[in-house]
């Protein structure tokens, strides 16, 4: 999970398999292919699909709780590690949705 300096998140899984899935800032859906490039992870993006790769040095000493680095403005966002899956549920109000832990 990355929080940016306004305190919004993106949430994004791994897969073992090469793929990821995740939330965006606004709680939409993404999804793409990850793969390691030296000590980078580097992430594609197919939704919604984005033209680009993003390579990012993994920090070698993030333990959960978090580490600072920069996001793709240059400004600092925090990234966090954290255990388990987050999944979208619709709340009886249809205009909301939220992330549970699951």
């Known amino acids: 999970m ?3 300096p306004d305190g919004r998140s993106r949430k994004i899984w791994l897969k073992p398999d090469g793929s990821w899935t995740g939330l ?16 980078k992870v580097c992430l594609s993006q197919s939704k919604p699909a984005l033209p680009v790769s993003l390579c990012e040095m993994f920090p070698a000493a993030l333990k959960v709780g978090g ?10 966002a925090k990234l966090k590690l954290l255990k388990g899956h987050v999944t979208k549920y619709s709340s009886p109000d249809a205009s909301t949705s939220r992330g549970r832990q699951g």
């Open 24 to 39: 965006s800032r606004r709680g939409l859906d993404l999804a793409g292919k990850w793969k390691m490039d030296g000590d």
């Open 67 to 76: 580490a600072a680095v920069p996001d793709p403005s240059g400004k600092s």
């Open 2 to 4: 990355t929080i940016d």
